[in-house]
């Protein structure tokens, strides 16, 4: 069973999701996403998110994919992917002061 279940929306959606319902997100640090449709960038999908926690962080899609994002800053980043199977249905985030990332 996925964590979380976040499915993408269409790209003028400006509208931001609260964690604060995500327990396992929340404590992270990650505090809201979108994730949505990102046509003409080569990428399909974009998901930006928030944090108050500097990780190196690991998005899984339904499809089996992933993708990584290492933040060295509060705020917001984002990730451009491309997959069958968009929504995303796990994060894991871990120490990023380390030569090895930790998944």
């Known amino acids: 069973m996925p964590r979380v279940y976040w499915e ?3 790209s003028d959606d400006e509208s931001w999701t609260e ?5 396992d997100v929340w404590v992270l640090g990650l505090r809201r996403y979108r994730l949505r449709d990102s046509p003409g960038w080569g990428s399909r999908y974009l998901l930006e998110f928030e944090i108050t ?3 190196a962080w690991r998005f899984f899609d339904a499809g089996g994919g992933f ?3 290492f933040t060295l800053l509060n705020g917001i980043h984002s990730v451009r992917y491309n997959s069958d ?3 995303i249905v796990d994060v894991i985030a871990g120490a990023i ?3 090895t990332p930790p998944w």
Do not use: E, F, K
């Open 8 to 10: 993408p929306h269409p």
């Open 19 to 23: 964690t604060l319902m995500d327990p």
């Open 53 to 55: 926690g500097q990780w």
């Open 67 to 69: 993708n990584d994002c």
């Open 85 to 87: 199977r968009p929504a």
């Open 97 to 99: 002061y380390s030569n």
